[in-house]
């Protein structure tokens, strides 16, 4: 028998979205790396969300508080009922972190479309520049659901206990090779490394490159596995802003159906700048 | 913040176009640059490889340059799909048209900061733009050489 993915109603394709156009229980949210391109053309009635100006506090560094986020879902037309469908470019890693701060606020009815923003345009299925507006709703967010979320004090107990962290970043940037990027001195760590214990497992790797889909259930199990990555501990995963962490996140707990993991937002940013945290360099986790 | 000066004449009035826009229109003024970027010329298209790859970005691109009349004229390759990046493209080759050599080594390397276009695009994306200065800059460099 074929394995599927552990909760398959997470994942939708283009197919169903074609179909879904004008379901006005559906909104369908475009949330991309690059902040121009839903203005060149988005699935036709998609909304836009960027997680820069749209889904981050403007002055400390947080995302939107649980008042911020409810004003955010009315204005986009969201009720508590609808069914929130992201995609995205660069193979959903900002939908999947869209979809990351809705499970936080506790938002039910969560897809994400399988091979993103890349797979519906090769499929020459129609765009449109038009931006749709929706009546405001009277949305209310629960209280943040804590579980999917580490912070660095959540960190360190893990590291403490040996539990198991996932490194999302790039070999390079795992190892350490890369810390003194040049022109990036805005979001650069003083050291580089990874967290004593991480092992490292690109997020691009549970991706199809062709097609932007996710790999098949067998293949991720054994991505993961294969690295001590298991179903019996809790995880803990990270990158540099937490937003491609978001995407492995999402890969765990919704298509592997990882019990506890949670995405630690701080990631490198924080980690490779705080005094005392324990960094490891090199291959070995 | 005001523009700088030691800007070329068509980049010193870009920057100012921006710095004068408030949060949306800014990003709607980059989406006009992103459109106006013109195709590679004739002489460059399949040469792509042997162009200056800008690795800082987080998408791939690519620029050459050539010199006229001892006025440097850039060239970038981006893809359609990364509009914010093609929009760095347009106002650089657009502002610095036809500038010397020495023109462009002389600018500033954070002149794009009065633009204020950091209030909405993240400083990761303001990177792409301060590589693609320092890239212009390292191609001016073998001019004068």
């Not at chain 1, 020459?124 to 931006?131: A, I, K, N, Y």
């Not at chain 1, 805005?186 to 490394?193: F, I, K």
């Not at chain 2, 080759?93 to 020495?102: F, K």
Request: glycine fraction near 8%; aromatic fraction near 10%; include cysteine.
């Amino acid at each position: 028998m074929v394995e599927s993915y552990a909760h398959p109603e997470t994942l939708v394709e283009t197919a169903w979205v074609a179909e879904h156009l004008s379901d006005p229980t559906v909104r369908l949210v475009e949330s991309n790396e690059d902040a121009l391109l839903y203005e060149t053309g988005h699935i036709p009635g998609a909304v836009k969300v960027d997680w820069f100006t749209t889904l981050q506090d403007p002055v400390r560094r947080d995302f939107l508080s649980q008042a911020e986020f409810e004003n955010l879902c009315s204005s986009l037309g969201i009720g508590n009922e609808t069914t929130v469908v992201f995609y995205g470019d660069k193979n959903n890693w900002f939908a999947c972190y869209a979809f990351w701060l809705f499970s936080y606020y506790g938002h039910e009815h969560l897809r994400i479309m399988n091979g993103g923003r890349q797979k519906w345009v090769k499929e020459g299925r129609p765009l449109t520049r038009e931006v749709p507006a929706y009546p405001p709703t009277d949305y209310k967010a629960r209280p943040p659901v804590r579980e999917i979320r580490a912070f660095r004090e959540d960190v360190f107990a893990h590291v403490s206990a040996n539990r198991p962290l996932v490194d999302v970043r790039s070999p390079q940037e795992y190892t350490g090779e890369l810390l003194h990027m040049p022109n990036y001195p805005q979001e650069g760590a003083m050291r580089g490394g990874h967290i004593q214990g991480a092992v490292n497992i690109p997020w691009s790797q549970a991706v199809d490159p062709e097609t932007g889909t996710f790999k098949p259930p067998a293949e991720l199990r054994k991505l993961f596995e294969e690295k001590g990555i298991r179903p019996d501990r809790e995880v803990i995963a990270y990158c540099r802003i937490g937003e491609r962490s978001s995407l492995t996140w999402f890969v765990l707990k919704y298509l592997l159906g990882y019990p506890q993991v949670r995405n630690y937002d701080g990631s490198w940013t924080e980690w490779g700048n705080l005094v005392g945290a324990p960094i490891r360099k090199g291959a070995t986790p | 913040m005001n523009v700088p000066g030691r800007l070329p004449a068509r980049l010193a009035e870009i920057v100012e176009d921006f710095r004068l826009c408030e949060g949306r229109e800014k990003l709607e003024l980059l989406l006009q640059y992103a459109e106006s970027l013109p195709p590679l010329p004739e002489w460059l298209q399949g040469r792509e490889m042997e162009m200056e790859a800008v690795p800082e970005c987080m998408t791939p691109v690519a620029v050459a340059a050539e010199i006229r009349d001892g006025g440097m004229h850039f060239h970038f390759k981006v893809p359609e799909e990364s509009p914010t990046v093609r929009g760095f493209a347009a106002i650089i080759a657009e502002g610095l048209q036809g500038a010397s050599p020495e023109e462009v080594l002389d600018l500033p390397a954070d002149f794009y900061l009065a633009m204020g276009l950091q209030e909405v695009l993240t400083s990761q994306r303001m990177n792409g733009m301060s590589a693609m200065v320092a890239h212009v800059k390292r191609l001016a460099v073998e001019q004068i050489r």
